[in-house]
Structures are given as C-alpha cells and as structure tokens.
C-alpha cells in the first residue's frame, strides 16, 4: 500500500528502527516530526514549514552571487538553509544545483579544502591529513584560488549547473579560529568567488558578531547590501514565548520532549507541567542526564560540559566544539548525553577526520543553570584556553616555528596555570602545544643559565685575578720598602761606624803626628796627617769631616803654620803604613 511505502522510507530516512514483519500501522504514529535542538536537515523538509521566509532567501539566492543570512541565535538560520533553501534550490527544473556545505571551525583553510577536495576515499590517516594539508597550503600562498578551485567542479557538471557555497556558522572564525592570517585569507577566498560565474555564496552569521564580520575588507558591503535578516515572523511566534533571542530550539525541544512522553496521540497539558515547560524542559533533560551519572562521572561530565562552552566578551556564550577526549569517563558522558533519549551533545568529525563533540545548541547554555554557574567559576581558565588555541592556530600556519609557541612571561604563566587546574578543564588538543612551549623555555632558562655562570665566573676569575695581582703588587712594594728602609739602617750603622773608625783613626794618627813633631821630625808629622785627612775628604760629607783632628796638632802657637807653609810646599809622601813602620 503506497502509505506503508511512504511510512517505510520515512522511517529509514528518519533513522527509526523498521517494522516488524506484518505490522501496518499508521504511518504518521511513530515518526516524531520535531528535531529537538538538532538542526533540521535536507531530508527534512516535508516537516519544516516556513515557506516565506525559504521565498525570500531562494529569491535572494539566484539573482545574487553572494548573500548573508544575518539573525539571533536560536532563531533557525541553519535549518532554514539546510531544510529550507537547499530543497528548494534543488526542485529547480532545468538547473542542476551543486551545493558545497562548510564550518570554518578551527581550521577554515582546512574546512575550504575538505569541501572542495575531500581525501580519497580507502586511503590511510596519515594520507588524508597529508592531502589536506597540502589543500590548505595552496590556499594560503595562493598556488589555488577558490574561483579556479570552484570552476573545476562545475566542468564536471552540466553547463546549466549551478553551486551554491554554504558557510554555516561564520562566526567560528571568531570563537573558534582566532583572528589569525588564515581567518583574513578565507574571508578574501570567499570574497573572490563574487566575480566566479554560475557561483553563489552564502554565509550563516549570528547578529551578535556582526561588528566582527564588519571589520575584514570586502564583507562591509556584502552585510549592507545583500542581506537577509532572519526574523520569527507572527505565524511563528506564539504568546508564552514571547520575542526572546533562542525561542524556537526551546519550543522545538519542548515539543520533542511532549512526544516522547505522549500519551497514545495526545500531548496533555499535565505532561507540560512535568517536564517544566518550555524553559524548562531543557534544563530538566539536562539535569536528568547528569544526575543519572555514577558520581565519578558527574565530575567528568562537568570537566566536560564547561569546555564545551567558550566564553562570551561581552556577548553571549558560544558553543564550542572539540576532540574528542582520551579519559573513558568523558567518553562515556558523551554517550550518554548523545543518546536518542537526551541528544543534548552531538559527536561529529572535523575537516581533518578527527572525532569532534560539541553541545547540539546553545540553548543549553543560556538555560541550564547549573552549566551557567559551572562556567562562571571557571570563566578565566575558558578564557586562558581561548588565547593559548589562538595562538596554537598560529603556530600551526607557520608550521609551528619556535618564535610562535608560547613566550616567557604572562603566555607560559597562563599556560602552567591550565595545566595546573587540569582537572577542571579538558585541554587535550592544547596540552602537546603546552609542553613544547614549556620545554622550549626551560632549555632557554638553562641556556640562560649557564651564560650568566659562565659570566660570572669569568667576572670573579678576573676580579681575583687582580686582586692577586695588586695584593703581590703590594706585597712588592711592602718588601721594596722595608728593603730600602733596611737599607737606609745599615747605611746610618755604616756612617755611624765609619764616623766612629775615623775619628778613632784620626785621634792615634794626630797623636803620631804630634810625637813627630815633638821629636823634631816635621816631615814625618805632615805625612801622617795627610794620610789622617787626606783621603777622608772627598767621601764624607763636608759636616762629618773630623775637624777635631787639627786641634791637637796646634797646640803650640808656631806650629799651625809652620806645618801649612810646609805642607804646602811638600811633594806627596808614601802611604801611612810605611811612615808608621818607621817608628
């Protein structure tokens, strides 16, 4: 029967478990048709509605080559491109829509390349990441351009074949990817696909991070001119919601959780009540999921939860998505939390094949009070994780040069501090990128080190040196002193003797030169007065010559000058030793 059919296929789309065989029953009982706080896909179209607004963002579409779709969180900008455009692009007739669909994330280059050029399939990890690598760095230093790249696909389809470039969450290149030389490159790729004919761009921007968008060249005006916000219209709005940023994940999650709990066809107003309501239910999932948890995996699942949220300056929280971890009980979490009863977490795969989770909406986060607290007491190691991933990005552009890993100072103070609260926080992804950064600094420190020891030692091998050097100075001049001292003593003791031994001399050789002169002999007495006189004058000093000597010599009235008028006609005479002889 064709609505057996139709129940069948829509079970498997929907990923239900089959019929069991014989059983017919009606096909629109066991389909549940709301998504929780899932994204609604392609395949889900039939389900979502909203026909005005998919009008305009189609419309929009095919006359421009590129459009931003612009509005609050929570209000369904991905659904309504994912379940609403897409669907409509492709029940076109007579165009072939080619539709290329991207997350920046952490890496966009990456992200780009993996749209565009998937690694074969069948191949090794190492192969993949190698192919997408490669990929991103023909982005980067521009062997590639994303014209050539898209003109390429579109040689390999129909010449009435259309692409359409879907950037869903823009904003990661904000909250996930930094602000570094790949996030200026992607933005300019995309850019460039503005003069590529039979190619259309889309970008999925949340309004908080408009300002952002605003500051690269080129997007101004983009989000000026070609624009399309995205409103809950009136037909959307129901009045216990109100207008509030994040209305319809919750409205949407509400409604799934009624179902689940249905009561045959109906969803009563008591079972409303049980779950907390619209604002509630969530928080009430949430709260059921965790507290069902053994308590050593409560604190994985709280480690687990706030890393899942990456800080708000002054905006909201985002979401933030990461690897998968290595600890089994954050694992287990994650399946738990994923299952079918709670969806709350949603694993996936980056452009480099790695497994991801992240929150499956923000709704979460802006209304589960307990994760809120959670965040708040741990806010500045989030927000230390943000700077380090930052600069871990960079790193990775320039294929981790040692100047771009973390630097002495606040960086690796930050860094140790994560290390140090590690359980708080999951930094899987982060912790090889820190201890290279710490190792590189302690061989720097040592390095250091051993150049100040060495200068150091240098300094005090100098200093002792010259302090050796002046003390034998010293020690020289000491004994240079006490030795010219000594030496003055010896000569007064030698003046002292000599001036002793000459007037002792000259005494006996006046008293002989007084005998002779007695005795008659004048010559004799001249002769050993000059020997007495004569050689001491030229060797003592003029003060310390022995004039006493004359004295007795003129003790008679004639003799001085007698002995003068004969000395001075006198020739020399012999020494004194054979004058004294003669005697």
């Known amino acids: 029967m064709p609505h057996v059919r139709w129940a069948l296929s829509f079970r498997a789309v929907r990923s239900e478990p089959p019929l069991a065989e014989g059983e017919h029953p009606d096909p629109r009982a066991g389909i549940c048709p709301y998504r929780g706080l899932e994204a609604f896909r392609e395949e889900d179209a039939a389900l979502f509605g909203r026909e005005a607004p998919v009008r305009r963002l189609v419309a929009e579409v095919r006359h421009a080559p590129q459009t931003a779709l612009v509005g609050r969180s929570g209000n369904g900008k991905s659904s309504l491109v994912q379940t609403g455009l897409l669907p409509a ?105 503005a003069e590529a004919e039979r190619v259309h761009a889309v970008l999925a921007l949340r309004a908080d991070f408009y300002d952002d968008a605003l500051a690269h060249p080129g997007l101004p005006p983009l989000l000026e001119s070609r624009q399309v916000t995205r409103r809950a219209s009136s037909t959307e709005s129901w009045t216990m919601l109100g207008d509030e940023p994040g209305n319809l994940p919750l409205l949407e999650h509400a409604l799934h959780e009624l179902w689940l709990r249905r009561q045959g066809p109906l969803l009563t107003f008591g079972t409303y009540r049980a779950i907390g309501g619209i604002r509630g239910a969530i928080a009430e999932r949430a709260r059921h999921a965790y507290r069902s948890l053994p308590p050593a995996q409560q604190g994985a699942a709280r480690r687990l939860l706030v890393s899942l949220v990456t800080p708000g300056e002054g905006r909201e929280d985002t979401r933030a998505r990461i690897p998968m971890p290595d600890d089994p009980d954050e694992r287990e979490v994650i399946r738990r939390f994923s299952a079918k009863e709670n969806r709350l977490l949603v694993t996936d795969t980056d452009p480099r094949r790695q497994p991801t989770v992240e929150v499956s909406h923000e709704a979460l986060i802006r209304n589960w009070k307990e994760l809120r607290e959670w965040v708040d007491e741990i806010r500045g190691l989030l927000r230390i994780r943000v700077r380090i991933r930052t600069d871990m990005a960079r790193s990775k552009e320039h294929k981790r040069p040692a100047s771009l890993l973390l630097q002495s100072g606040l960086p690796l103070a930050e860094a140790r501090r994560l290390l140090e609260k590690h359980e708080h926080i999951v930094i899987d992804d982060l912790r090889p990128y820190i201890q290279t950064s710490l190792k590189r600094d302690t061989r720097r420190w040592r390095g250091t080190f051993a150049v100040l020891a060495f200068g150091f030692l240098s300094i005090a091998a100098i200093a002792v040196y010259f302090y050796e050097l002046q003390s034998s100075e010293a020690q020289a001049r000491a004994a240079a002193e006490q030795a010219q001292a000594e030496a003055a003593r010896e000569a007064d003791r030698a003046t002292a003797e000599l001036r002793r031994a000459v007037e002792t001399d000259g005494r006996r050789l006046t008293q002989i030169a007084g005998r002779y002169l007695q005795s008659g002999r004048p010559h004799q007495a001249i002769m050993v007065a000059r020997e007495a006189f004569g050689p001491l004058k030229e060797d003592l000093p003029f003060q310390e010559r022995p004039m006493r000597a004359h004295r007795p010599v003129m003790h008679g009235r004639s003799s001085g000058s007698t002995l003068a008028r004969t000395a001075r006609r006198s020739r020399p005479m012999p020494p004194i030793l054979s004058t004294t002889t003669s005697l």
């Open 89 to 193: 692009l492709h029940a076109t007739r007579g165009t072939v829509w080619h539709a290329v669909t991207l997350r920046p994330g952490a890496d966009p280059l990456v992200a780009l390349a993996s749209a565009f050029d998937p690694p074969p399939e069948g191949v090794g990890r190492i192969r993949q990441l190698e192919h997408l690598n490669e990929g991103a760095a023909c982005l980067r230093d521009g062997r590639v351009g994303l014209r050539q790249l898209a003109g390429s696909v579109l040689a390999t389809l129909p010449e009435s074949a259309r692409m359409v470039l879907i950037v869903d969450q823009w904003e990661e290149l904000y909250t996930q990817a930094g602000r570094g030389d790949d996030v200026a490159r992607f933005v300019a790729l995309i850019l460039e696909l």
